[in-house]
């Protein structure tokens, strides 16, 4: 597969040497940008998914007229939040 260039990028010279300063051993400032980009294209993935999730959720929801109390919600998100931590101390 051929690959492709994005266009060249002007940023202010104090964020370019603020970004060479945290390049790791070896790290070129392409491969930098390149894996803030993925980065930042599967976080916005994550987020419409996660937004498409909550969307259907509550059409489900709203069709049904069947809800879940939040202190329902918060309660089983603090019972896996501390298995996870009991997890963690034992790690």
Excluded: C, W
């Excluded at 260039?5 to 390149?34: A, C, Y």
């Amino acid at each position: 597969m051929k690959t492709a260039t994005f266009p060249p990028l002007r940023v202010d010279p104090q964020l370019r040497r603020d970004t060479e300063n945290v390049l790791r051993d070896g790290e070129s400032l392409s491969q930098f940008i390149e894996q803030a980009v993925r980065s930042q294209v599967e976080l916005r993935k994550a987020n419409e998914a996660f937004l498409a999730r909550g969307l259907a959720s509550s059409g489900r929801a709203r069709q049904t007229g069947r809800y879940v109390d939040a202190d329902v919600v918060l309660e089983k998100l603090h019972v896996k939040l501390d298995a996870a931590k009991v997890r963690t101390s034992r790690s």
